[in-house]
């Protein structure tokens, strides 16, 4: 897979991670570990990065929140903009992901 | 546990972002490293197990710097657009700030711009002729007189033309003449100008229709009744029609050949017309004009030449000066005493005015200095109000350069802000200039906001940019890192606070030069408007004319004249006629060798007095008082030729302390064969060549005496005489078919002439100078109040131990006028020294006037005390409760 490619796929990670609700970025760094059980490990250095990239791109928004017996933490969410390029991007691999069952004969269909 | 924040801060290389966010990354990463570390102390890790898990999270911190990099800023230019929109956030939060800022800018650059557009059509740019560097003015001045409008003789010219080497072509060209169009539609006077056959083709002139002048059409005393019409007569009378070109026009009740017209944006912008805004609609040959058969010592003509391809302009200069030199042995009668010179055109055009654009172009730059002085406080201001995280941020290194780049970003921001909100404020100064400026002056150039002027403005943005950013910056890389954080509380404020009093103390010295200079234009025009002319300018019409071919004796001319008169007075509403050879205030002067009985000495140089040929009713019309002996009447006719008639200045400078009727003297240069004339009356002087020229020794003698072949009629009238100005003119011209009328004038307006450059300058700097004492208010109020503000703890403290509301006051104004006493102090010396360069400018005042100067500082240091009194008042109803809680 192009290098393109395994951008966007850990694009798609994280803002198929915060659809749900917004989260800070330890949090995130803690689920991508666990939920892909340590197979996809993101370190801080890409993280990050990948965060203020996206925010740029107005995919999601941080914003600092203090919630009562906590710490103060930046929170991200995704932005329309972000929630209809999750949408696109799942559009293409479900495509992707078709069109590779049908040549490998794996199709449940 | 570790402080996390400063961690990260010792590990992160530089992060190219605003400085809010680079804070923002750093507390998150650290908040990351944090999290991380109490993790692994939770699981039971030692604390030197846990830090290393900490750490280990970031790996390469140089590469994680870069990406942070690239992921926030994207590429350098979203870089700088985050600096921008940065910038622009913190205005949009700060309404009040922003307003002031952008406003104080608009302002300045607005109105250097529209000077500038004004300075740069009137002064800087170039003649808009084929290579106009080589064009050079040829001048005949009398030498003594150096102030008198230089004209030349038509023979003088064609000697010239044919004599000197140094030019290629050389051109002359006549005095404004009035010719009224006549036989299509509804009558019309137009300008026009005879010109020699060399000047189209001089200034690479190419017609708009037909052709222009041929040599053949400007042989010498062969006038060909050919014209070359404007390009807006053409639009306005013959509607573009090719069709004019061999078409007859009735000019003057002569008839003439339509050979051409000029193009569209052709103007002569030299003599006769700098200065003036006449358009000239008409254009004659040379030869087609009477004077040019006159006598060497009438001068009507303006010479140009263009420099022969490797000539200098100083090779040119010196030859036409050896010329003249020549030119004064070979006929001393006409030319002694005269001196001829060249110089380039571009400078006979603009000279003039160069000192006055200069002056206005400096004052309006002194006025964007101050308000870019305004700005750097403003933007101070805020810094204090950052001081805390700015000390911090450069005790972790690496922010100022930042903070530095921020800070400029910022100015610049304003300035841009500024710059578009002066552009259109620009747009309408220039068009309130062009309408109430002199119309001389402005209105027959093309001025208008164009790419050089965009290009100013845009160069002023930057400059301003950097000149409001650069305070503030260089008071944050001056001052250090360790000092910043020692000083993070109040000191820091106090060091920001000397560099405000430094911009303010610029300010009023700036604006105290300001206001001296306008001062000196201010006194200058009062006294020039108590200048006495010496005659009464209120409804006189003046009309320059020629006599007829036919008329060659003086009889003949006489009896022409008396025509004239006749037909003049038939005009209602005219109550006298009265005709002379020099009209005062048309800049034309004609002198004569005076030898004055028992006071000059026989072979010693002969004095120099201004001669004049009149009427006996010109005093009347004039309204010239007789002093003393009479006037020469009616009786005293062409026999009349033993008697004179002197002015105070004469009388002054030859007989003082003497009765000077009953005096004789001799005129010319030949002294054996010139008759005794002797003094019979004693006139008033008159301001002959503008009210800021001091008069000077004048004789009159009787016109039948001397009737000269082109003499300027003065008409009084009853009521206004603008409405009758066609008529009188149609009342001379109806004497001969042959009898042309020009500079055609109402004498207040030849006065107002004189003034009216000296008021739209005063009027200028003035403006400026208001707007610079505004300006100066207003930082001096900043200042000030913001001193207030800072010392509220000290000033409730002494409040609390019993200091009254005067004391406080006291302290706030003698604060606020130490500064300005130290301004007006430097800008007083400023002024000493920059006054004198306005020295050709002032009437009567010299540039060390010292009622200006008190006035200025005077004025400046009221309005300091306004400045410094609501500061003062909000002192004085300080709380010492709330006061001495108050922690800034």
Redesign the interface.
Known sequence: MAATDIKGSAEMIILALLEERPR???EL?KLIETQSESRLQF????L??????L??KKLVE?R?VEKAGE?R??FYRLTPQGRRTLADHRRSWREFVKALNRLTGFSHA | MPDWMQFVRGQLPPLHVGIERENEIVAELALQAEQAYQEAISAGATESEAMRRAQAQFQDWKKLGRDINRAVRGSWFTGSLHDVRYAFRYLKSNPGFAAVAVLTLAFAIGGNTAIFTMVDALALRSLPYREPDRLMAIETRKTEQPELEPWTSALDFFDAREQTHSFGSMAAISPIWSVALTGRGPAERLESLFVSAEFFPMLGVKPAAGRLFMQAEDKRAQPSSVVVISHSLWQRRFDNSPDVIGQALTLDNSVYTVIGVTPPEFRYLGAPLAGTASQIDAWFPLSSNQLTGSIRGLRFLKVIGRLRPGMTPAQAADEIRRFGAALAQRYPESNLGFSWSAMPLNQQVTGRLRLTMLLLLGAVGFVLLMACANVANLLLARAVARQREVAVRIALGGGAARLLRQLLTEGLVLAALGGAAGLPLAYYVLKLLIAGGPESLLRNRHIQLDARALLFSAAIVLATAILSGLPPAWRIVRHGIDQSLREAGRGFTAGHHRVRAALVTGQVSLALVLLVGSGLLIRSFQRLLDVNPGFNPHNLVTISTQMPAAARTPEQRTSVYRTMRERLLEVPDVESVAAVSRLPLLGRSLGSWIFVEGKSIPGAPLADVEYRVATPSYFSTMRIPLLAGRLYDEHDDANATGILLVNESLARKFWPGENPIGKRVKLGANLERQPWITVIGLVGDIRHVGLDTDPRPEIYRPYAVNPLGAPALVIRTRGDPAPLVNALSQAVRSVSADVPTYDVFLMDQLVDRTTRERRFVMLMLSAYALSALFLAGVGIYGTVSQAVLQRTREIGLRMALGASAGTVLQMVFGQGLRLVSLGIGCGALAALALTWLMRSLLFEIRPLDPIAFVAAALTLALFALLACYVPARRATRVDPLVALRHDG
């Not at chain 1, 370190?43 to 890409?46: F, G, L, T």
């Not at chain 1, 990050?48 to 990239?53: I, V």
């Open positions: 800070h970025g330890y760094a370190h801080v250095a890409s990050y990065p990948m965060l203020y990239r925010e740029r941080g600092w710490r933490r930046r």
